[in-house]
């Protein structure tokens, strides 16, 4: 686990830092290897930790768990530290590329549907000359079965990334990050969720508007109603009543 401080959002730790902070420790990771994995936090992960206990100790074990959620912005900056912002999955994956090529930070990208990850390499190369992406993995669905598993170590081992990128969405992919991070040779690995989708083309954004004011969640409701509607309807509605719970001491969600 980092040192960085982190405050308290219904039992799940938050890491209290800045966009810019978040790049800085990623780049400082660089050849301490392995060193953990990232969890980018939104509402909904907060809402599958409160009933899952063994998620939320993945949350809370992690090397980062940032705040990828306007909410979690504003519990933190009730909570005594205004400087904090949102470390957006997209956000945080364009900005460690960008200031990584001058170190020559080496990127693999594991996850996405069928070619969602080459997409995504063709794309961030395309944006950032010199950027070097030492491979892809597009995993099934289900888990990996033995073989597969020892395939990617394999792929890894030979082409030493710095950081492996996870885009399996939550809360799949820090399940995976939290099982796998000590057997695979690479600094951190990061999940970031839509972040493949976003980045490759394949789905698109919400406005910069909605996504500063809290109603990112409403666009992508709009994009993918079925899915999603049980992720917001539900999940959002408890989340604020946990919320004030908690701010007005009613409710008590110790750190475990």
């Known amino acids: 686990m980092n040192t960085v401080p982190r405050f308290n959002v219904q039992g799940v730790g938050i890491s209290a830092l800045t966009l810019t902070q ?5 780049l400082q990771a660089r050849d301490q290897r ?21 998620y939320r100790k993945i949350l809370n074990e992690s090397w980062l768990t940032t705040a990828d959620g306007m909410p979690l912005v504003w519990l933190g900056r009730r909570q005594g530290h205004p400087q904090i912002n949102r470390v957006y999955g997209p956000d ?24 969602v990850a080459e ?24 888990e990996l079965h033995a073989d597969e598993f020892a395939a990617l170590q394999s792929d890894i081992a030979q082409k030493r990334p710095d950081l492996i990128w996870v885009g399996l969405g939550t809360p ?8 796998n991070w000590a057997k695979l040779d690479a600094g ?15 789905k698109k954004q919400a406005p910069r508007w909605m996504q500063r004011s809290g109603l990112e969640w409403l666009f992508r409701l709009g994009q993918e109603p079925r899915r999603l509607a049980y992720r917001y309807l539900v999940y959002n509605p408890l989340f604020l009543l ?13 750190l475990d």
């Open 119 to 142: 997409r995504l390499r063709d794309k961030l190369a395309a944006r950032f000359p010199g950027l070097q992406v030492a491979g892809t993995f597009t995993p099934p669905f289900r």
């Open 22 to 26: 978040a790049v800085d420790h990623v």
């Open 242 to 254: 946990r919320a004030a719970a908690q701010l007005t001491g009613l409710q008590k969600y110790p």
């Open 92 to 115: 945080l994956m364009l900005a460690v590329c960008d200031r990584g090529r001058a170190s020559g930070l080496r990127h693999y990208f594991y996850g996405g549907g069928p070619g």
């Open 34 to 54: 392995p060193q953990g994995y990232v969890c980018t936090c939104t509402v909904h992960g907060v809402g599958e930790a409160q009933h899952r206990a063994a």
């Open 188 to 202: 951190l690995m990061i999940g970031v969720g839509a972040a493949f989708d976003f980045l490759s083309g394949g």
């Open 172 to 179: 799949k992919q820090d399940m995976f990050m939290a099982a």
